[in-house]
């Protein structure tokens, strides 16, 4: 089985201040992990995937997400948020081998003017 | 490149009366296709995948249905709505291999009057 969870369900910052979002995931195999960001009332738009190789991965708009494997996570962050950053933000876990994709509950960021 | 599409993108119905959604994918063959069910904090829950033609997999028991009579459309259905069915649809298709992330189409609220 595999799981995925987010425990902060809202965070609030600052424009310009960092962010850190975090997710925590659970398998007995290897695993695929994603961030997902969601727009009010639209579908879910893959941000940045860990596959394999570097640990480290980045978005093209400035997140970026490290994979620990031994605290098993995968935070997302960025140095510098911007308004148009306030989303809702999808971590999923997809293990290898498995046609299924776990989705955690989402944080809602919210960017402060 | 491909192209997800799912209609209509918001639904009124009565308690008891029939559904069905539609989601087609462009531009790739075979895809892996799946139906969400979104509720507010509670994540993605995942109710339909296929990996094929009439190939359907249930993951939650209820009053809903999923049909894949072409290799790139996929259909949610149900006989008689009840109110809980309330919520945002979500299709998502992914190609074969599971390290492919998914791809969302831009969902469909359902409302039950």
């Known amino acids: 089985a595999q799981s995925v969870t987010q425990l902060d369900s809202q965070v609030p910052v600052f424009e310009e201040a960092p962010v850190e979002l975090r997710c925590n995931y659970s398998s007995s195999v290897s695993v695929y992990l994603f961030w997902y960001v969601q727009y009010p009332n639209q579908g879910l738009q893959l941000l940045l995937k860990?596959?394999?190789?570097?640990?480290l991965v980045e978005s093209i708009n400035g997140f970026e997400a490290e994979f620990n494997k031994s605290q098993t996570s995968f935070h997302l962050r960025k140095p510098s948020v911007h308004i148009s950053d306030t989303a809702e933000y999808f971590c999923?876990?997809?293990?290898?081998?498995?046609?299924?994709?776990?989705f955690g509950t989402g944080t809602k960021l919210q960017v402060i003017p | 490149s491909q192209t997800i599409h799912q209609w209509p993108a918001t639904l009124v119905q009565p308690v008891g009366s029939p559904l069905s959604l539609e989601c087609t994918v462009e531009?790739?063959?075979?895809?892996?296709l799946y139906w969400y069910r979104q509720a507010a904090g509670r994540g993605l829950q995942l109710l339909f995948y296929s990996v094929g033609i009439g190939q359907i997999s249930s993951e939650v028991p209820q009053n809903l249905s999923a049909s894949r009579p072409q290799d790139r459309q996929f259909i949610l259905s149900s006989k008689k709505l009840l109110l809980s069915d309330s919520g945002f649809y979500l299709c998502?298709?992914?190609?074969?291999?599971?390290?492919?992330?998914?791809?969302f189409g831009d969902g469909t609220r359902l409302s039950i009057l």
């Open positions: 998502a298709w992914t190609q074969g291999g599971s390290n492919q992330p998914q791809h």
């Open positions: 531009g790739t063959s075979n895809p892996n």
């Open positions: 999923a876990v997809r293990s290898v081998g498995y046609q299924k994709v776990t």
């Open positions: 860990y596959l394999s190789g570097s640990t």
